[in-house]
Protein backbone atom coordinates (compact mmCIF):
# COMPACT_ATOMS: atom_id res chain seq x y z
CA UNK A 1 0.00 0.00 0.00
CA UNK A 2 1.54 3.55 -0.96
CA UNK A 3 1.36 4.91 2.88
CA UNK A 4 1.83 8.28 1.18
CA UNK A 5 -0.74 8.47 -1.84
CA UNK A 6 -3.81 11.07 -1.58
CA UNK A 7 -7.44 9.83 -0.37
CA UNK A 8 -10.77 10.75 -0.05
CA UNK A 9 -11.92 13.04 2.55
CA UNK A 10 -15.01 10.76 3.46
CA UNK A 11 -12.85 7.70 3.79
CA UNK A 12 -10.69 9.82 6.79
CA UNK A 13 -13.77 10.80 8.02
CA UNK A 14 -15.18 7.22 8.30
CA UNK A 15 -12.22 6.15 9.75
CA UNK A 16 -12.03 8.25 12.61
CA UNK A 17 -15.55 7.82 13.04
CA UNK A 18 -14.61 3.86 13.32
CA UNK A 19 -11.83 4.82 16.02
CA UNK A 20 -13.75 6.73 17.66
CA UNK A 21 -16.64 5.09 18.28
CA UNK A 22 -18.26 3.80 21.52
CA UNK A 23 -18.68 0.12 21.66
CA UNK A 24 -15.93 -2.75 20.33
CA UNK A 25 -14.28 -2.33 17.13
CA UNK A 26 -13.33 -5.59 15.27
CA UNK A 27 -9.54 -5.80 14.47
CA UNK A 28 -10.58 -6.22 10.77
CA UNK A 29 -12.24 -2.56 11.71
CA UNK A 30 -9.40 -1.45 13.40
CA UNK A 31 -6.84 -2.67 10.41
CA UNK A 32 -9.21 -0.63 8.02
CA UNK A 33 -9.12 2.67 9.35
CA UNK A 34 -5.18 2.76 10.18
CA UNK A 35 -4.83 1.92 6.44
CA UNK A 36 -6.46 5.20 5.96
CA UNK A 37 -4.99 7.22 8.32
CA UNK A 38 -1.87 5.91 7.71
CA UNK A 39 -1.58 7.26 4.50
CA UNK A 40 -3.01 10.85 6.22
CA UNK A 41 -0.70 11.08 9.49
CA UNK A 42 1.85 7.64 9.22
CA UNK A 43 4.00 9.75 11.95
CA UNK A 44 0.89 8.61 14.11
CA UNK A 45 -0.67 6.02 12.43
CA UNK A 46 2.22 3.79 10.78
CA UNK A 47 2.94 2.32 14.29
CA UNK A 48 -0.47 1.21 15.27
CA UNK A 49 -0.85 -0.31 11.63
CA UNK A 50 1.95 -2.25 11.82
CA UNK A 51 0.95 -3.81 15.65
CA UNK A 52 -3.24 -3.95 14.13
CA UNK A 53 -1.93 -5.94 11.66
CA UNK A 54 -0.29 -8.61 13.36
CA UNK A 55 -2.74 -8.57 15.81
CA UNK A 56 -5.14 -9.31 12.51
CA UNK A 57 -3.08 -12.20 11.28
CA UNK A 58 -3.43 -14.83 14.44
CA UNK A 59 -7.05 -14.87 14.07
CA UNK A 60 -7.17 -18.63 13.37
CA UNK A 61 -9.97 -18.60 11.22
CA UNK A 62 -7.37 -17.42 8.74
CA UNK A 63 -5.78 -19.60 6.19
CA UNK A 64 -2.12 -19.75 6.32
CA UNK A 65 -1.95 -17.28 3.23
CA UNK A 66 -4.21 -15.06 4.22
CA UNK A 67 -2.47 -14.24 8.04
CA UNK A 68 0.99 -14.41 5.57
CA UNK A 69 -0.53 -11.52 3.86
CA UNK A 70 -1.13 -9.57 7.00
CA UNK A 71 2.30 -9.98 8.40
CA UNK A 72 3.94 -8.77 4.79
CA UNK A 73 2.25 -5.65 5.13
CA UNK A 74 2.66 -5.19 8.70
CA UNK A 75 6.58 -5.99 7.74
CA UNK A 76 6.28 -3.17 4.50
CA UNK A 77 4.55 -0.50 6.85
CA UNK A 78 7.09 -0.54 9.36
CA UNK A 79 10.24 -0.10 6.76
CA UNK A 80 8.38 3.16 6.07
CA UNK A 81 7.90 4.66 9.20
CA UNK A 82 10.69 7.14 9.77
CA UNK A 83 14.17 6.28 10.12
CA UNK A 84 14.37 8.69 13.11
CA UNK A 85 11.15 6.96 14.80
CA UNK A 86 12.73 5.45 18.28
CA UNK A 87 10.22 3.14 17.75
CA UNK A 88 11.11 2.18 14.40
CA UNK A 89 13.46 -1.12 15.17
CA UNK A 90 11.63 -2.57 17.49
CA UNK A 91 7.84 -2.37 15.13
CA UNK A 92 10.47 -3.58 12.50
CA UNK A 93 11.82 -6.38 14.38
CA UNK A 94 8.48 -7.55 15.86
CA UNK A 95 6.81 -7.48 12.37
CA UNK A 96 9.69 -9.30 10.76
CA UNK A 97 9.35 -12.09 13.85
CA UNK A 98 5.60 -12.74 13.22
CA UNK A 99 6.13 -12.49 9.46
CA UNK A 100 9.32 -15.38 9.27
CA UNK A 101 6.70 -17.96 11.22
CA UNK A 102 4.32 -16.91 8.51
CA UNK A 103 6.83 -17.44 5.93
CA UNK A 104 8.09 -20.90 7.66
CA UNK A 105 4.50 -21.93 8.20
CA UNK A 106 3.33 -22.13 4.30
CA UNK A 107 7.06 -23.62 3.15
CA UNK A 108 8.77 -20.34 2.04
CA UNK A 109 11.83 -21.50 4.29
CA UNK A 110 14.40 -19.35 2.76
CA UNK A 111 12.69 -16.16 2.76
CA UNK A 112 11.97 -16.77 6.23
CA UNK A 113 15.68 -17.16 7.42
CA UNK A 114 16.39 -13.97 5.32
CA UNK A 115 14.58 -12.40 7.82
CA UNK A 116 15.83 -13.92 10.96
CA UNK A 117 19.23 -12.65 9.28
CA UNK A 118 17.13 -9.45 9.04
CA UNK A 119 16.06 -9.68 12.83
CA UNK A 120 19.91 -10.14 14.03
CA UNK A 121 21.19 -6.99 12.35
CA UNK A 122 19.09 -5.28 14.29
CA UNK A 123 19.03 -7.10 17.24
CA UNK A 124 22.87 -6.02 16.93
CA UNK A 125 22.79 -2.63 16.15
CA UNK A 126 20.54 -2.16 19.51
CA UNK A 127 23.18 -3.87 21.50
CA UNK A 128 26.13 -1.64 19.76
CA UNK A 129 23.75 1.67 20.66
CA UNK A 130 22.61 0.35 24.35
CA UNK A 131 26.14 -0.96 24.99
CA UNK A 132 24.14 -4.13 26.05
CA UNK A 133 25.70 -7.82 25.76
CA UNK A 134 22.59 -9.56 25.09
CA UNK A 135 21.75 -9.53 21.10
CA UNK A 136 18.08 -9.98 20.02
CA UNK A 137 17.76 -12.93 17.10
CA UNK A 138 20.68 -15.11 18.18
CA UNK A 139 19.07 -18.05 19.54
CA UNK A 140 16.38 -17.71 16.66
CA UNK A 141 19.34 -17.23 14.02
CA UNK A 142 21.12 -20.57 15.56
CA UNK A 143 17.99 -22.37 15.58
CA UNK A 144 17.17 -21.65 11.61
CA UNK A 145 20.51 -22.38 10.58
CA UNK A 146 20.60 -25.81 13.16
CA UNK A 147 17.54 -26.88 10.64
CA UNK A 148 19.02 -26.09 7.69
CA UNK A 149 22.05 -28.59 8.33
CA UNK A 150 24.55 -25.53 8.10
CA UNK A 151 26.06 -26.89 12.19
CA UNK A 152 29.30 -24.97 12.18
CA UNK A 153 27.79 -21.54 11.48
CA UNK A 154 24.82 -22.80 13.98
CA UNK A 155 27.51 -23.72 16.78
CA UNK A 156 29.39 -20.22 16.07
CA UNK A 157 26.08 -18.63 16.31
CA UNK A 158 24.71 -20.47 19.60
CA UNK A 159 29.05 -20.01 20.98
CA UNK A 160 28.24 -16.06 20.71
CA UNK A 161 25.47 -16.72 22.22
CA UNK A 162 26.40 -18.40 25.11
CA UNK A 163 29.68 -15.61 25.65
CA UNK A 164 26.85 -12.70 25.89
CA UNK A 165 25.05 -14.71 28.61
CA UNK A 166 27.84 -16.20 30.77
CA UNK A 167 28.92 -13.12 32.61
CA UNK A 168 25.12 -12.54 34.08
CA UNK A 169 25.03 -16.11 35.46
CA UNK A 170 21.64 -17.53 36.01
CA UNK A 171 20.37 -14.91 38.03
CA UNK A 172 19.06 -13.07 34.78
CA UNK A 173 16.93 -16.32 34.09
CA UNK A 174 17.37 -18.31 30.57
CA UNK A 175 20.68 -19.28 30.85
CA UNK A 176 20.32 -23.05 31.28
CA UNK A 177 18.41 -22.66 27.93
CA UNK A 178 20.89 -20.64 26.28
CA UNK A 179 23.89 -23.44 27.52
CA UNK A 180 21.38 -26.35 26.23
CA UNK A 181 21.43 -24.86 22.39
CA UNK A 182 24.85 -24.51 22.97
CA UNK A 183 25.95 -27.90 24.13
CA UNK A 184 23.91 -29.21 21.11
CA UNK A 185 25.04 -26.87 18.38
CA UNK A 186 28.31 -28.10 19.07
CA UNK A 187 27.50 -31.59 19.48
CA UNK A 188 26.27 -31.12 15.84
CA UNK A 189 29.15 -29.73 14.28
CA UNK A 190 31.30 -31.92 15.29
CA UNK A 191 33.09 -30.02 17.96
CA UNK A 192 33.07 -32.92 20.67
CA UNK A 193 35.59 -31.20 23.11
CA UNK A 194 33.64 -28.02 23.14
CA UNK A 195 30.52 -29.69 23.54
CA UNK A 196 31.54 -31.71 26.39
CA UNK A 197 33.34 -28.67 28.03
CA UNK A 198 30.25 -26.66 27.56
CA UNK A 199 27.94 -29.66 29.12
CA UNK A 200 30.30 -29.18 32.39
CA UNK A 201 29.24 -25.76 32.81
CA UNK A 202 25.65 -26.52 32.46
CA UNK A 203 26.36 -29.35 34.89
CA UNK A 204 28.18 -27.40 37.53
CA UNK A 205 25.62 -24.32 37.26
CA UNK A 206 22.70 -26.93 37.67
CA UNK A 207 24.64 -28.38 40.94
CA UNK A 208 24.91 -25.21 41.88
CA UNK A 209 21.49 -24.03 41.68
CA UNK A 210 20.09 -27.06 43.15
CA UNK A 211 22.19 -26.86 46.20
CA UNK A 212 21.40 -23.40 46.90
CA UNK A 213 17.66 -24.75 46.61
CA UNK A 214 17.25 -21.76 43.21
CA UNK A 215 16.73 -24.43 40.95
CA UNK A 216 14.94 -27.74 40.48
CA UNK A 217 17.11 -31.23 41.71
CA UNK A 218 15.56 -32.99 38.97
CA UNK A 219 17.10 -30.85 36.33
CA UNK A 220 20.42 -31.07 37.54
CA UNK A 221 19.86 -34.83 37.69
CA UNK A 222 18.35 -34.78 33.80
CA UNK A 223 21.89 -33.00 32.83
CA UNK A 224 23.90 -35.48 34.28
CA UNK A 225 22.33 -38.48 32.71
CA UNK A 226 23.28 -36.84 29.66
CA UNK A 227 26.48 -35.46 30.14
CA UNK A 228 27.50 -39.07 31.42
CA UNK A 229 25.98 -40.56 28.04
CA UNK A 230 27.96 -37.93 26.11
CA UNK A 231 31.07 -38.67 28.11
CA UNK A 232 30.83 -42.63 27.52
CA UNK A 233 30.23 -42.01 23.87
CA UNK A 234 33.44 -39.65 23.29
CA UNK A 235 35.59 -42.85 25.55
CA UNK A 236 35.86 -40.90 29.38
CA UNK A 237 34.11 -43.65 30.77
CA UNK A 238 35.39 -42.61 34.37
CA UNK A 239 34.07 -39.23 34.12
CA UNK A 240 31.30 -40.69 33.60
CA UNK A 241 30.85 -43.05 35.80
CA UNK A 242 31.01 -40.49 37.91
CA UNK A 243 29.00 -38.45 36.95
CA UNK A 244 26.36 -41.67 37.16
CA UNK A 245 27.31 -42.12 40.72
CA UNK A 246 26.44 -38.15 40.86
CA UNK A 247 23.08 -38.88 39.68
CA UNK A 248 22.48 -41.50 41.90
CA UNK A 249 22.74 -39.41 45.10
CA UNK A 250 19.96 -37.19 43.64
CA UNK A 251 18.04 -39.94 42.15
CA UNK A 252 18.00 -41.91 45.59
CA UNK A 253 17.25 -37.96 47.68
CA UNK A 254 14.44 -37.72 45.38
CA UNK A 255 13.00 -40.96 46.34
CA UNK A 256 12.97 -40.48 49.51
CA UNK A 257 11.88 -36.90 50.23
CA UNK A 258 11.17 -35.31 46.98
CA UNK A 259 12.35 -32.16 45.63
CA UNK A 260 13.06 -29.66 48.32
CA UNK A 261 10.59 -27.06 47.13
CA UNK A 262 7.49 -26.49 44.56
CA UNK A 263 8.43 -25.31 41.15
CA UNK A 264 6.37 -24.10 38.09
CA UNK A 265 7.00 -27.91 36.26
CA UNK A 266 9.10 -26.18 33.68
CA UNK A 267 11.14 -29.21 34.09
CA UNK A 268 9.67 -31.64 31.67
CA UNK A 269 10.44 -28.84 29.25
CA UNK A 270 14.33 -28.98 29.76
CA UNK A 271 13.98 -33.35 29.87
CA UNK A 272 12.17 -32.98 26.56
CA UNK A 273 14.89 -31.10 24.74
CA UNK A 274 17.81 -33.87 26.67
CA UNK A 275 15.71 -36.20 25.37
CA UNK A 276 15.89 -35.00 21.92
CA UNK A 277 19.74 -34.58 22.22
CA UNK A 278 20.25 -38.22 23.74
CA UNK A 279 17.76 -39.31 20.63
CA UNK A 280 20.17 -37.66 17.33
CA UNK A 281 22.18 -40.90 17.44
CA UNK A 282 19.05 -43.24 16.57
CA UNK A 283 17.48 -40.62 13.98
CA UNK A 284 18.43 -41.33 10.62
CA UNK A 285 17.22 -37.89 8.74
CA UNK A 286 16.91 -37.49 5.34
CA UNK A 287 19.46 -35.48 3.30
CA UNK A 288 18.21 -32.18 2.38
CA UNK A 289 15.58 -32.33 4.61
CA UNK A 290 14.90 -29.43 7.23
CA UNK A 291 15.12 -31.59 10.63
CA UNK A 292 14.21 -30.16 14.29
CA UNK A 293 16.55 -27.43 15.67
CA UNK A 294 18.87 -29.21 18.46
CA UNK A 295 18.84 -28.16 21.86
CA UNK A 296 15.67 -25.81 22.00
CA UNK A 297 12.13 -26.31 22.84
CA UNK A 298 9.53 -27.20 20.67
CA UNK A 299 8.33 -23.57 20.06
CA UNK A 300 11.06 -22.29 19.37
CA UNK A 301 11.33 -25.06 16.01
CA UNK A 302 10.15 -23.43 12.64
CA UNK A 303 6.06 -24.41 12.31
CA UNK A 304 6.48 -26.50 9.61
CA UNK A 305 9.51 -28.92 11.28
CA UNK A 306 7.22 -28.77 14.33
CA UNK A 307 3.93 -29.73 12.02
CA UNK A 308 6.00 -32.68 9.89
CA UNK A 309 7.86 -33.86 13.28
CA UNK A 310 4.40 -34.59 14.77
CA UNK A 311 2.65 -35.23 11.77
CA UNK A 312 5.53 -38.08 11.32
CA UNK A 313 4.36 -40.15 14.04
CA UNK A 314 1.20 -42.18 12.12
CA UNK A 315 3.56 -43.71 9.74
CA UNK A 316 6.05 -44.42 12.53
CA UNK A 317 3.74 -46.07 14.32
CA UNK A 318 2.74 -48.38 11.13
CA UNK A 319 6.55 -49.23 10.49
CA UNK A 320 6.59 -50.28 14.22
CA UNK A 321 4.00 -52.84 14.18
CA UNK A 322 4.96 -54.44 10.58
CA UNK A 323 8.29 -53.92 11.96
CA UNK A 324 7.25 -55.70 14.93
CA UNK A 325 5.60 -58.69 13.28
CA UNK A 326 8.46 -59.58 11.30
CA UNK A 327 10.82 -59.52 14.42
CA UNK A 328 8.78 -61.60 16.42
CA UNK A 329 9.28 -64.64 13.02
CA UNK A 330 12.96 -63.49 12.70
CA UNK A 331 14.16 -61.75 15.82
CA UNK A 332 18.33 -62.17 14.39
CA UNK A 333 17.28 -60.27 11.10
CA UNK A 334 15.00 -57.62 12.38
CA UNK A 335 14.98 -56.94 15.97
CA UNK A 336 18.03 -54.75 16.15
CA UNK A 337 15.98 -52.19 13.63
CA UNK A 338 13.18 -52.28 15.79
CA UNK A 339 14.54 -51.54 19.56
CA UNK A 340 15.80 -48.41 17.05
CA UNK A 341 12.51 -47.39 15.21
CA UNK A 342 10.87 -48.35 18.19
CA UNK A 343 12.89 -45.40 20.22
CA UNK A 344 12.41 -43.14 17.49
CA UNK A 345 8.75 -43.10 17.87
CA UNK A 346 8.84 -43.10 21.51
CA UNK A 347 10.97 -40.12 21.47
CA UNK A 348 8.76 -38.11 19.42
CA UNK A 349 5.72 -39.19 21.13
CA UNK A 350 7.37 -38.67 23.93
CA UNK A 351 8.01 -34.74 23.10
CA UNK A 352 4.62 -34.63 21.39
CA UNK A 353 3.07 -35.65 25.09
CA UNK A 354 5.12 -33.15 26.73
CA UNK A 355 4.16 -29.97 23.93
CA UNK A 356 0.48 -30.98 24.49
CA UNK A 357 0.51 -31.40 20.44
CA UNK A 358 -3.24 -32.62 19.44
CA UNK A 359 -3.10 -35.88 18.12
CA UNK A 360 -0.80 -37.55 21.22
CA UNK A 361 -3.23 -40.23 21.90
CA UNK A 362 -0.09 -42.58 22.61
CA UNK A 363 0.57 -43.80 26.20
CA UNK A 364 3.83 -42.30 27.12
CA UNK A 365 4.60 -44.56 29.99
CA UNK A 366 3.50 -47.93 27.78
CA UNK A 367 6.21 -46.84 25.24
CA UNK A 368 9.15 -46.48 26.92
CA UNK A 369 8.11 -49.95 29.31
CA UNK A 370 7.85 -51.82 25.58
CA UNK A 371 11.53 -49.91 24.70
CA UNK A 372 12.86 -51.76 27.29
CA UNK A 373 11.24 -55.34 26.51
CA UNK A 374 12.45 -54.96 22.98
CA UNK A 375 15.62 -53.74 24.08
CA UNK A 376 16.14 -56.65 27.12
CA UNK A 377 15.14 -59.29 24.63
CA UNK A 378 18.15 -58.13 22.31
CA UNK A 379 20.20 -58.24 24.86
CA UNK A 380 19.45 -61.46 25.50
CA UNK A 381 19.99 -62.57 21.92
CA UNK A 382 23.01 -60.70 21.59
CA UNK A 383 24.83 -58.89 24.24
CA UNK A 384 27.52 -57.60 23.23
CA UNK A 385 25.07 -55.22 20.95
CA UNK A 386 22.00 -55.62 22.82
CA UNK A 387 23.15 -54.45 26.47
CA UNK A 388 24.11 -51.21 25.57
CA UNK A 389 20.69 -50.51 24.10
CA UNK A 390 19.11 -52.09 27.13
CA UNK A 391 21.09 -49.83 29.40
CA UNK A 392 19.90 -47.17 27.18
CA UNK A 393 16.47 -47.39 27.55
CA UNK A 394 16.56 -48.51 31.46
CA UNK A 395 18.10 -44.67 31.43
CA UNK A 396 15.05 -43.13 28.81
CA UNK A 397 12.71 -44.73 31.17
CA UNK A 398 14.60 -43.83 34.65
CA UNK A 399 14.17 -40.16 32.85
CA UNK A 400 10.62 -40.08 32.19
CA UNK A 401 9.37 -41.52 35.24
CA UNK A 402 11.35 -38.82 36.90
CA UNK A 403 10.17 -36.26 35.09
CA UNK A 404 6.70 -37.34 36.45
CA UNK A 405 7.36 -37.23 39.64
CA UNK A 406 7.36 -41.57 39.76
CA UNK A 407 11.14 -41.02 41.88
CA UNK A 408 10.92 -44.64 43.63
CA UNK A 409 10.62 -46.36 40.09
CA UNK A 410 13.20 -44.07 38.39
CA UNK A 411 15.60 -45.23 41.17
CA UNK A 412 14.57 -48.52 40.40
CA UNK A 413 15.92 -48.21 36.90
CA UNK A 414 18.78 -46.40 37.69
CA UNK A 415 20.08 -48.84 39.93
CA UNK A 416 19.34 -51.64 37.22
CA UNK A 417 21.85 -49.69 34.76
CA UNK A 418 24.24 -49.34 37.10
CA UNK A 419 23.99 -52.96 37.78
CA UNK A 420 24.40 -53.34 34.21
CA UNK A 421 27.62 -51.38 33.62
CA UNK A 422 29.25 -53.08 36.62
CA UNK A 423 29.41 -49.99 38.28
CA UNK A 424 27.73 -51.03 41.42
CA UNK A 425 24.51 -48.89 42.96
CA UNK A 426 24.69 -47.93 46.43
CA UNK A 427 23.00 -49.36 49.60
CA UNK A 428 21.18 -52.24 47.09
CA UNK A 429 24.62 -53.69 45.60
Known sequence: MNYSAKIDQDDILRARNVLLASGRRTPREEVGAYRVLAQVSPAAYLPRLVKALQHLSYDPSHRPEVSLALCEEAVAAARTVDPAAPERANLLYEALGTCQRGLYEVGRRAEGLAMRAEMLAIGRAQAETSRSRAIRGLSEWASGLSEEGRYDEAADAATELAATALPGGPAEGGLSWILLQWIA?????GRSAEALAAFKTLVDMEAAEAANDRGPIACHLFALFEYARMLGT?????EAAAARQEALVLLTELAATGERKSWSGYQSSYWAVLLLMSG???ERPRPGEPRPPSGVV?????????????????????E??????????DPGTHLAELVRLHRVFTIRSAVCWEAGARGCTEHTGALFDEGVELAF?????????????FVRSLLDRSAFRATTREFG??????????????????SDD
Open 185 to 189: ALRDA
Open 234 to 238: HGRQR
Open 280 to 282: AET
Open 298 to 318: TLQWSPDVRRDYFDSRGALRD
Open 320 to 329: VHALATRAAE
Open 377 to 389: RWSRQRPAEGTPA
Open 409 to 426: PALDDFREVLRQLGEGCG
